[in-house]
């Protein structure tokens, strides 16, 4: 694949206007003045940094990585892209204080806390949710203690797979690219993503993989996060050369497959961008399915009015609003789309001490519109975003795949099982009287 249209992030800031509309939009320069806004940090900075040469200051640190500013920038300038490897180099030169660099090392190994604290889910689970261990981890290493830390499934998503029967006659084959947070703390996204392709026709293969290494990357941790990449590459390049579609339910895990780790990281050798070019967000590829009449539309109806996220990472992708499209296929559900600009979290950024009351005045629109318009449960692709709705609303969040996979008529979990079972109950009684 020829790779001279891709070119660094720092080429692109001598496009910039000085126009201000990434400042205007950001977020998190709308609620804090410790951030004085993407074109300041970006490339008005960028013009000072030069190798061996100190980043001009620290405020680049607090760029939640949310990628508004490149979305409504006018002159395509890569901002987040500048501020990631600005972010890079601090860590390179030391310039992160240790205490700090150790707790963004902890929050950003998500798939080394799954593998310690699944296996032991109740123990770990206690023990992450003591109001005594968070008092801890604040003073110690500045984790909010307030954060919505996920909690650890009893069950790992692959081991379900393992044992899960497939399916006969099978007419086209799928990589999922499940992701930490199904593999270790929501696996019912993953059971729901293999229902949902089971039924219109998919073998759905699970290969080996590990962290996508976007945390890492958020983190400025990139030789790590190069090594997490150059991994994942070497497990789905055969597939990507059969032409097998790589799927996930993970935004920013896919985004970090088909963009983030190729475009920071610098790679763009054969194999990466083989993977790249042949991976897609789970309701991208079902929206193909659709656009060529193979989807099968047997939805049954669900008579909510829910509140629709998508978030900052899913946005980034420019695909337009896919899971929304395959959500109003649904009859009786009726999706409200939220407007706001992000919910806060930024992956590990709102789970730190200095940025978590900043996190939470930037989700304040959202939070606020989800209790303006109401319903019982909220819809969301990306898990920490989830965690985050559910962190200042109140309200619980599922992934748009769950939804589909209870109109197709599979069984519910969780939040949406109790949503569906009141329902039931309430047809049920109706029909009584």
């Known amino acids: 694949m020829s790779t001279e249209h891709f070119h660094p992030a720092e080429l692109s800031l001598d496009c910039c206007i000085k126009c201000n509309i990434c400042t205007s939009a950001c977020p998190v320069t709308a609620v804090s003045d410790l951030f004085p806004g993407p074109k300041y940090v970006g490339p008005q900075a960028a013009r000072f940094r030069a190798p061996g040469q100190p980043s001009p200051d620290h405020s680049v640190d607090y760029c939640s990585g949310c990628r508004v500013c490149n979305m409504v920038c006018p002159s395509g300038v890569k901002i987040a892209e500048m501020n990631a490897r600005a972010r890079a180099v ?28 699944q296996p032991v889910a109740p123990l770990a689970n206690l023990l992450l949710h003591n109001p005594l261990s968070r008092w801890l981890a604040e003073h110690t290493l500045g984790i909010a203690r307030a954060a919505p830390l996920p909690f650890f499934a009893r069950e790992r998503f692959t081991t379900w797979f393992r044992r899960h029967p497939q399916p006969e006659g099978a007419t086209r084959r799928v990589v999922y690219f499940h992701g930490c947070s199904t593999e270790y703390y929501e696996p019912r996204v993953g059971r729901a993503a293999v229902y949902v392709l089971e039924h219109n026709g998919c073998e759905v293969i699970v290969p080996p993989q590990n962290c996508c290494g ?57 194999d990466t961008q083989l993977v790249a070019a042949n ?155």
């Open 90 to 117: 601090m860590v390179q030169q030391g310039r992160v204080p240790l205490r700090l660099r150790l707790r963004n090392n902890l929050l950003a190994r998500s798939e080394l806390l799954g593998r310690l604290g």
């Open 214 to 270: 976007l945390p890492l990357l958020s983190n400025g941790e990139f030789s790590a996060a190069r090594a997490y990449h150059t991994r994942n590459v070497r497990h789905l390049v055969t597939y990507a050369r059969q032409g097998i579609p790589i799927v996930g339910t993970s935004t920013s895990c896919i985004l970090t497959l088909k963009e983030e780790a190729p475009e920071l990281l610098d790679m763009w050798d054969e």
């Open 279 to 433: 991976t897609y967000d789970l309701h991208e590829f079902l929206l193909t399915l659709w656009e060529t009449g193979v989807l099968r539309t047997d939805f049954k109806p669900l008579p909510w009015r829910l509140v629709y996220h998508p978030p900052c990472q899913y946005r980034a992708h420019r695909l337009g609003r896919p899971a929304a499209e395959m959500m109003r296929l649904i009859p009786g559900l009726e999706i409200i789309e939220s407007h706001a600009a992000c919910c806060g979290i930024g992956g590990t950024y709102g789970y730190k001490l200095e940025k978590y009351t900043i996190a939470m005045e930037v989700g304040r629109p959202l939070f606020d519109f989800i209790a303006q318009v109401g319903g019982p449960l909220v819809v969301c692709d990306s898990e920490t975003c989830r965690w985050q709705i559910t962190h200042g609303t109140g309200k619980p969040a599922v992934h748009p795949v769950e939804l589909l996979a209870l109109a197709y008529g599979y069984p519910a979990e969780g939040a949406l099982a109790a949503l569906a079972e009141a329902q039931r109950v309430q047809v049920s009684q109706a029909a009584r009287l």
